[in-house]
C-alpha cells in the first residue's frame, strides 16, 4: 500500500517543503504555503500508462547516441485553416508538442480552443471540458460559423484516469484540455486546482504527449496579477505558452506567444470578437489607423515590428498646461518610464519647456508596444501638440532617439518601408546609418534620413 504524508507546497511557485513556512524561499513570497496531502509511491504508473497497450508498457528504456548519428527528420505540422495561429506557432502545430494558453475570465480562450477543434477536419480531434456540459459547448459550437468537422469528439470529464481511458477508445490526434484547473488524479490527495494537482495531471499529459506523439493544448486560468495561475514549474513543462489578451470593451484580441521551443516567441496574432466567434485579422495596421480626414495635431503613425510582422500604428499624444502643482505623465500601451526619458531628452538637449506641462501619450488599438523604433514617433507627436501644428497625415516614422538627441538605427528596416509603401504613406523618417546598403531607387515612398531629432524638427516645423 503507497505510503500517504503532507506537504506544504507554495501557491506561488510550487516550492516544496516538509513543514510550514512563513516566506517562500524561492520566490520570497509571505504566507503563500499552503498544507496538502500527497501520496509518494515508488512502484506508482502513470495514469495514462495504465490504459494504454501492453506494447507501451514494455517500451525499452532509451539509451545515450552520439549527437552525428541521430537521424533527423523534418517533422510535419499540422497546419490549420487558421492563419494567425499558425503563425504564432512558428508555422503549425507540432506533433507531440504540449501547448499551454492563458488569459483573463471570458476574453476568448474556449472559443479560440473550439473553434480550433472544429476547424480542423483532417484530424480527429477530442476536446475535454472539465468546466461545461455536452448541452453547453454544443450551443456555443452552433454559434461559430465553422462547423465542419465530423472528427470532433467531445467529453466533459475531471477524472484523469476516465480521461485517459476515453482517450484510449477514441484515439485522437489532437487533445483539447479545458482548463487544466478543473482536473483531478486519484493519485495526489488535494483538491483540484491545487499546486500538487496542476503539477501532477500536467506531468500526465506531458509524458502522454511525448510517448504517443499527440500535440496538447491545455488551458490555464490566470491570477489577478496577470500570471497564469499554478506553479511557476508548469510554463516550464510545456513547450510553447501563448497568452491571449485584449480588452473585454473592444473587439480585438491578440494572442501573442510568450515561449516557443518551435519557433519565435515574439510572434503574435491579432482576433476580432464577433458574434459569429473569432475572426482572423489578416491587415492589422488598417484597423491600428484613425479613418479621419482632417489633420489634427499630436498624432503621428510609426512603423514597428511584432515578431517577423511589420505594422504601423497611431501615436497620439496630447500636451497641456498643468493645472496642478505637479504635472502628470501618464501612457496607455507604452512604457511610462521611456516616456519620461523622451521628455527629459527634449528638455534637456534642444529646450523644450516641457516639466510644467501634463503629458498623455496612447498607442491606438490597445496595443502593447515595445519596439524602441516608435521612439521618433512618440516624439513627434509630443512636439506637434505642443505646437499645435499638425503633422502631415502621409508621413511615418521608424527611429530610435539616443539620450544625446541622436536617432539610431533600427532593425529589418526595408520590412518597414515596405508595409509603409504598401499602406500608401509619402514619406518614411529613418536614421540615416540605415540607409548603408539600402536602395531608395526601388521604393515609391520617400526616404527621409535624418542624423538627430534637430534634423526632424527642422523638417516638420521649420
Avoid at 494504454?52 to 490549420?80: C, D, G, L, P
Avoid at 475570465?105 to 480550433?116: A, D, E, F, V, Y
Avoid at 493544448?217 to 496579477?225: A, C, E, L, M, Q
Avoid at 501644428?389 to 544625446?404: C, D, K, M, R, Y
Amino acid at each position: 500500500m503507497a505510503k500517504t504524508k503532507s506537504a506544504y507546497f507554495c501557491q506561488s511557485c510550487g516550492y516544496d517543503s516538509p513543514k510550514w513556512l512563513g516566506q517562500c524561499p524561492s520566490c520570497k513570497q509571505w504566507n503563500s504555503f499552503v498544507e496538502e496531502v500527497v501520496e509518494k509511491s515508488s512502484s506508482r504508473v502513470p495514469e495514462w500508462r495504465s490504459t494504454a497497450s501492453s506494447k507501451a508498457e514494455t517500451k525499452r528504456a532509451n539509451k545515450a547516441a552520439i549527437i552525428h548519428e541521430i537521424v533527423y527528420s523534418e517533422e510535419q505540422r499540422i497546419v490549420t485553416p487558421d492563419k494567425e495561429f499558425n503563425r504564432v506557432l512558428g508555422g503549425g502545430i507540432v506533433p507531440g508538442s504540449l501547448v499551454l494558453i492563458g488569459g483573463e475570465p471570458g476574453i476568448g480562450k474556449s472559443t479560440l480552443m473550439l473553434q480550433l477543434a472544429l476547424t480542423v477536419s483532417h484530424v480527429k480531434t477530442l476536446y475535454i471540458s472539465g468546466e461545461e456540459s455536452e448541452q453547453q459547448i454544443k450551443m456555443r459550437a452552433e454559434r461559430l460559423v465553422q462547423t465542419s468537422n465530423a472528427n470532433c469528439y467531445i467529453l466533459t470529464e475531471t477524472s484523469m484516469q476516465n480521461i485517459f481511458k476515453q482517450i484510449d477508445q477514441v484515439q485522437p490526434n489532437l487533445l483539447v484540455i479545458d482548463s487544466i484547473q478543473t482536473l483531478h488524479s486519484a493519485q495526489i490527495e488535494s483538491a483540484p486546482g491545487s499546486v500538487s494537482q496542476v503539477r501532477e495531471c500536467t506531468a500526465e499529459l506531458l509524458r502522454f504527449a511525448k510517448e504517443t506523439n499527440t500535440p496538447v493544448f491545455i488551458v490555464g486560468h490566470i491570477t489577478k496579477d496577470g500570471s497564469i495561475a499554478g506553479p511557476k514549474v508548469l510554463e516550464h513543462m510545456v513547450d510553447t505558452v501563448l497568452q491571449f489578451e485584449g480588452d473585454r470593451n473592444h473587439v480585438y484580441r491578440i494572442l501573442r506567444a510568450v515561449k516557443n521551443r518551435f519557433g519565435s516567441s515574439s510572434e503574435l496574432g491579432i482576433y476580432e470578437m464577433q458574434g459569429s466567434g473569432l475572426r482572423e485579422v489578416s491587415n492589422p495596421s488598417e484597423i491600428m489607423l484613425s479613418q479621419r480626414e482632417e489633420q489634427v495635431s499630436g498624432t503621428a503613425v510609426a512603423a514597428m515590428l511584432e515578431g517577423m510582422r511589420p505594422l504601423m500604428i497611431e501615436v497620439q499624444a496630447l500636451v497641456s498646461n498643468s493645472a496642478y502643482g505637479t504635472p502628470q505623465r501618464s501612457s496607455t500601451g507604452f512604457d511610462t518610464k521611456r516616456l519620461n526619458m523622451l521628455l527629459a531628452v527634449l528638455e534637456k538637449r534642444f529646450g523644450f519647456r516641457l516639466s510644467a506641462q501634463d503629458v498623455f501619450l496612447n498607442i491606438a488599438g490597445g496595443l502593447r508596444v515595445e519596439d524602441p523604433a516608435i521612439d521618433l514617433a512618440v516624439i513627434a507627436a509630443i512636439i506637434s501638440s505642443q505646437q499645435d501644428i499638425p503633422l502631415g497625415s502621409n508621413i511615418t516614422f521608424a527611429g530610435e532617439v539616443g539620450l544625446s538627441g541622436e536617432i539610431r538605427a533600427v532593425n529589418r528596416i526595408e520590412q518597414r518601408i515596405q508595409e509603409a509603401e504598401k499602406l500608401g504613406f509619402g514619406q518614411i523618417f529613418i536614421s540615416k546609418y540605415n540607409t548603408k546598403g539600402l536602395d531608395a531607387k526601388k521604393y515609391d515612398i520617400t526616404i527621409r534620413p535624418v542624423a538627430t531629432l534637430e534634423d526632424v524638427f527642422s523638417a516638420l516645423f521649420g
